[in-house]
């Protein structure tokens, strides 16, 4: 994953919309993963793919339109695309969001369908003493997951079989990533190497996507 290791980053902040412009940067070749960048006014045209594409919005807000329907998506929203139809992007204002090529082959939770925006930190309720984990979708190279903790949980430091991205959903936690502690608060981002050791903890309510490569 081609992404800075061992700190807390910003996706939005790293990936400014250029005026007039759309921008994409592959992060990722297999399974895909690019952040793309939208200036106000500007447009993906739609296109037909085999695949679907999850999309994450991580500033601003796009429209994401086929049959005739436009569908707004602002930060924090997801939206997994539908696949043999015509899907375009537009941007009304200035946005950014992450994109992850999904198979139709892949395992994807049942309360997620094609077409339909959803809010990821509502996709996962907190619990009382407890850490609530939902995977979204999953094959054997990746996994996306979302986590809710409560405060005073988090998990044991440990390492994980693949690299993973975090996307801090809501509240605000603090990862441990090789020896050192890092805070990390709603909208911000943090990548965990191969085999890095890390832990997470949870002083107050925190929620966080996790999106898992294996290859």
Known sequence: MKEKTGAVFSVTKDNPPMTGCTVSKEINEKPYIAYYSLASGTDI?????????LIIVDSGSIEVYYKGRALPCRQGDG????????????????????????????IMNPMINAGEVFKLSKLVPYGDGKIVN?????????????????AGTGLSEHA????????????????GYEGKEHMIKTGENFHFAKDGLHYVKANQKFKMALLLTLG
């Open 134 to 150: 939902m995977d979204v979708v999953h094959n054997d190279k990746m996994k996306f997951v979302i986590m809710a903790f409560d």
């Open 160 to 175: 994980a079989p693949g690299e993973a991205l975090i996307f801090a959903l809501d509240g605000e936690g603090v990862i």
């Open 45 to 53: 045209s739609a296109e037909i793919y085999p695949y679907h594409k």
């Open 79 to 106: 939206i997994l695309t539908p696949t043999d139809i015509p899907v375009g992007i537009k941007a009304k204002e200035n946005a950014v969001y992450t994109e992850i090529m999904i198979w139709r082959t892949d």
